[in-house]
């Protein structure tokens, strides 16, 4: 079955970087594009970034660009998201999810980044 697993949350200081993962199987992983999407406490879900199958394309929302990056290793049927100079206001559960017929379709379970001094 189609699985989603992340890791590499954890505390964080201001300014700090952190780099989260998102292993998948269960699907032919390089056929999809994949998407990082995060929660931050009490507020709705927010679009992060997308990536397209090949690795090619990538996409960002504005008030992450130039601070985290996405990319993702076919071979090892893995997702990342690189993200530096971190601020409290990023502190959410980060979840990937694959995309496919413009909705996301299945979920991880997410990995909380907590962003604190």
């Known amino acids: 079955q189609v699985q989603l697993v992340e890791s590499g949350g954890g505390l964080v200081q201001p300014g700090g970087s952190l780099r989260v993962s998102c292993a998948a199987s269960?699907?032919?992983?390089?056929?999809?594009?994949i998407d990082w999407v995060r929660q931050a406490p009490g507020k709705g879900l927010e679009w992060l970034s997308g990536i397209s199958p090949g690795g090619g394309s990538t996409y960002l929302v504005d008030s992450v660009k130039g601070r985290f990056t996405i990319s993702r290793d076919n071979a090892k049927n893995t997702l990342y998201l690189q993200m530096n100079n971190l601020k409290p206001e990023d502190t959410a559960l980060y979840y990937c999810?694959?995309?496919?017929?413009?909705?996301?379709?299945?979920w991880g379970r997410g990995t909380q980044v907590t962003v604190s001094s």
């Open positions: 999810a694959r995309s496919w017929d413009y909705s996301l379709d299945y």
């Open positions: 269960g699907f032919t992983f390089s056929n999809y594009y």
